[in-house]
Structure formats: structure tokens, C-alpha cells
């Protein structure tokens, strides 16, 4: 069970750059999100498509945007990279948007 | 969302119940009490969630107060791999969604 793959799992970038952090689930759920994680911090949410083909904005999405490709895959991007930036993305999938979350082994980002 | 607290951390023999608390006092109605817990810097893990009543299974129990305003989550036999932050959040989706993980508790487990 593959569950919520994220890639990739490291990467370093230049400020200014921009990227695309990948995430897809093999649960058939219908939800995701994408949360950030500062260090000794709880996890913030920046984006969320609760079913294919929406997308809204969570707690902290300047600086982001996000794609639901189709069901399975959901991408974030960062079109001009800060150093504020620097964190733990983590990817997550539910069924539903009242249901459990799953959550993928996270993206370590750090902007230079 | 309702915002939560939580202690920043909590020490539990092993063996023994850990009894993590969390209170959401302004928690509505039709909001959901989740637990998730992150070990190390893995992807946070599902425990348990309610919504009124107290609710078991395999990895735990979380015992929700008759106002709702408080719950606890309770491992029944901590081991050394229960170590981790464990979180509380409230949510409930109704178009619009927010989801509150705070900065958890921090549960050490000794031998």
C-alpha cells in the first residue's frame, strides 16, 4: 500500500526559483491538502481541494498555488521561492472532508 | 474551526495509561474531535476522532466530556514507540474548512 507518495523528499532552491512539489494518493479519496510544518510548530494548512476539480484556500497560501490534476494528484507550487518558505510540506488525503486524514512522509524544503 | 490546548508535554511510564487532555472550549456543535499523533518528523498518523460520544479502537480511546468542551485521549499500555506529539483538533467542513494541529503535546515515554 503505496498510500499518499510524496516527491520530493528533499530539495534545496535559490530565492527567486520556483517548483513543483508532487503528491498522489492510491486510496481513491476525494480530498487532499497540503500543509506546512515550521520547526517546533503544528502543522498549518496552505491549501485544500475538497473533491476533484475545486480548490480553496486554507490558513497560509500566499506565496503558493496549488493544481488537482485529477483525482489522485495534487501539486504545489512555488512560483518565486523565500526563504520563508523554508519548511516540512506535507501532503494529505480522505475520503471526505469529515473523514480521517492520511498523510504522506512530508517534502524538506529549504530556500537559500 | 474551535481552537484547542494542550499541555506542551507529558512524561508516562511504560506500561502504564497515558491520559492526554485537550480542551476546545468554544468547539460548535457539529465539529469533530480528531487525535493524530507525529513521531519524530514522519507524516502525522490518525488515531481516533468523535464528535459526542467516547469512541475505541485498536491503537486508543478518547473519553469526550458530556459538554464537549474537553477530551481526552488514553493509551492504554504506553510502550517506548508511543513516544511522539500527539494532537488535538477540532473540524467540521460546511463549505469552507480550517484545520487547527497547534503545537500538540509532547509524550515521553520512559522505560
Known amino acids: 500500500n503505496a498510500g499518499v507518495t510524496q516527491t520530493p523528499k528533499f530539495q534545496v532552491l535559490k530565492t527567486g526559483q520556483s517548483m513543483t512539489l508532487q503528491c498522489a494518493q492510491d486510496?481513491?479519496?476525494?480530498?487532499m491538502y497540503w500543509y506546512r510544518q515550521d520547526p517546533g510548530m503544528g502543522l498549518r494548512l496552505i491549501y485544500y481541494?475538497?473533491?476533484?476539480?475545486?480548490?480553496d484556500k486554507g490558513e497560509v497560501p500566499n506565496g503558493y498555488n496549488v493544481s488537482r490534476l485529477n483525482k489522485r494528484e495534487f501539486s504545489l507550487r512555488l512560483e518565486s521561492a523565500a526563504p520563508s518558505q523554508t519548511s516540512v510540506y506535507f501532503c494529505?488525503?480522505?475520503?471526505?472532508?469529515?473523514?480521517?486524514?492520511?498523510f504522506g512522509q512530508g517534502t524538506r524544503l529549504t530556500v537559500v | 474551526d474551535a481552537k484547542t490546548t494542550q499541555p506542551p508535554s507529558m512524561d508516562c511510564a511504560e506500561g502504564r495509561a497515558a491520559n492526554l487532555p485537550c480542551n476546545h472550549s468554544?468547539?460548535?456543535?457539529?465539529?469533530?474531535v480528531y487525535w493524530y499523533r507525529q513521531i519524530h518528523s514522519q507524516g502525522p498518523q490518525y488515531i481516533i476522532h468523535g464528535l459526542k460520544n467516547n469512541e475505541t479502537n485498536e491503537m486508543a480511546s478518547l473519553i469526550i466530556t458530556e459538554d464537549r468542551k474537553s477530551s481526552t485521549l488514553i493509551l492504554p499500555h504506553a510502550t517506548l514507540r508511543d513516544t511522539a506529539v500527539y494532537y488535538c483538533?477540532?473540524?467540521?467542513?460546511?463549505?469552507?474548512?480550517?484545520?487547527?494541529f497547534g503545537a500538540g503535546t509532547r509524550l515521553f515515554v520512559k522505560a
Open positions: 494529505a488525503s480522505s475520503f471526505g472532508p469529515n473523514t480521517e486524514a492520511f
Open positions: 483538533i477540532v473540524r467540521f467542513y460546511t463549505g469552507g474548512f480550517k484545520t487547527i
Open positions: 481541494s475538497a473533491s476533484e476539480g475545486t480548490t
Open positions: 468554544t468547539i460548535s456543535g457539529n465539529e469533530y
Open positions: 486510496m481513491n479519496h476525494n480530498s
